[in-house]
Antibody
């Protein structure tokens, strides 16, 4: 059974940093693109970042470029999102998900709240 | 960047068919994916490659795509179908994942 479990969310002041983690199991993690998607309160789904199977390609939505970094550790079956210079508008539930025929498996999400 | 347009809300009576549209420039040339998200839950893929259903998704869910509009149809709607629905396509490398704004389905 495919499982994706996020962790690392919480309350952080504007300008602060957080590192989200996603533990994957039930599939060969190293052979899939992975992605982070977020949903802010009262808003719709927003793609945040993608990473290729081997980590050589990474893509970001414009609003997080230069502030967020996606990475992976295939030996640990883990995906990460390092978030720096956080803003109030980054407040959202962040989902880790697998890319295959569409985005076919999603974690339950971790809440990030940016507030003083 | 590529834009997908969905109606903010759709209402339907139980047992009827709900149709949710997703508009985009020549979207018929792209593969469209649909997701269902219920309150407090993660999104679930309900349609891929325009009209295919993942294992476990009821046959009541169907999709079509032509011209400038893709459509998700839910037949024999039930109260449990109340959710937000999102369409999605793959964009360019600079903007690889594009979501529509989402449609809230209300069962009357």
């Amino acid at each position: 059974e495919v499982q994706l479990v996020e962790s690392g969310g919480g309350l952080v002041p504007p300008g602060g940093s957080l590192r989200l983690s996603c533990a994957a199991s039930g599939f060969t993690f190293s052979t899939y693109w992975m992605t982070w998607v977020r949903r802010a309160p009262g808003k719709g789904l927003e793609w945040v970042a993608n990473i290729k199977e081997d980590g050589t390609e990474k893509y970001y939505v414009d609003s997080v470029k230069g502030r967020f970094t996606i990475s992976r550790d295939d030996a640990k079956n883990s995906l990460y999102l390092q978030m720096n210079s956080l803003r109030a508008e980054d407040t959202a539930v962040y989902y880790c998900a697998r890319v295959w025929d569409g985005i076919d498996y999603w974690g339950q999400g971790t809440l990030v709240t940016v507030s003083s | 960047s590529y834009v997908l347009t969905q109606p903010p809300s759709v209402s339907v009576a139980p047992g009827k068919t709900a149709s949710i549209t997703c508009g985009g420039d020549n979207i018929g040339s792209k593969s469209v994916y649909w997701y269902q998200q219920k309150p407090g839950q993660a999104p679930v893929l309900v349609i891929y490659y325009d009209s295919d259903r993942p294992t476990g998704i009821p046959e009541r869910f169907s999709g079509s795509n032509s011209g400038n509009t893709a459509t998700l149809a839910i037949s024999r709607v039930e109260g449990g179908d109340e959710a937000d629905y999102y369409c999605q396509v793959w964009g360019r490398s600079s903007d690889p994942v594009v979501f529509g704004g989402g449609t809230k389905l209300t069962v009357l």
